[in-house]
């Protein structure tokens, strides 16, 4: 059995960059593996509507960009499991591709921001989907999503230590 409660949730904006964080509080029995927790919180409620932004769960009718990911396609196998030093290397090597202009600045105010929470993270096993890694035709990603936003990725890690799951969804619309 697996029980997933919002604990806490912010925003980090940088223009029209932005860190959307949720923590949440899980219960889970020990024999589960955190492949299968990730698995069951991605087609949960609290990851579809609780780990939104704050305007789209203000008003959930209106036209806002949302999650680029179909979830009824998405597998655990499509996430790239790291630990630590792996998500590190993943958002500096990200962040030092050549395409960037003046919003390199931006991302890296949000880089240096996320890092002050990421430090405090122990030895979790950390799992990663980039919509850069699927084509826009490709059935998991979904539009207008798909080809609205710049970038696009989850960031999830799951502390066992102190029952939490820990989602970052990063965007540039």
């Not at 990200?94 to 991302?107: L, S, T």
């Not at 059935?139 to 207008?144: A, N, T």
């Amino acid at each position: 059995m697996t029980t997933i409660d919002t604990k806490r949730h912010i925003e980090i904006n940088e223009g029209y960059q932005g860190i959307n964080l949720t923590v949440f509080a899980i219960e889970v029995d020990e024999l589960i593996r955190n492949d299968q927790i990730i698995d069951t919180f991605i087609r949960s409620k609290q990851f579809s509507f609780d780990s939104s932004r704050d305007c789209v769960k203000a008003e959930p009718g209106k036209g806002y960009l949302r999650q680029a990911f179909n979830v009824d396609k998405i597998k655990i196998t499509d996430f790239k499991k790291t630990d630590k030093q792996g998500v590190s290397k993943f958002l500096l090597d990200f962040a030092n591709e050549p395409d960037w202009g003046d919003d390199r600045n931006e991302f890296a105010k949000l880089l240096d921001r996320y890092f002050e929470i990421h430090n405090e993270f122990g030895d979790n096993e950390f799992y990663i989907l980039s919509k850069d890694w699927f084509d826009n035709e490709d059935e998991r990603v979904i539009e207008p999503e798909s080809w609205a936003y710049i970038y696009y990725f989850l960031i999830i890690s799951v502390d066992r230590e102190s029952n939490l799951l820990i989602l970052t969804e990063w965007s540039y619309d």
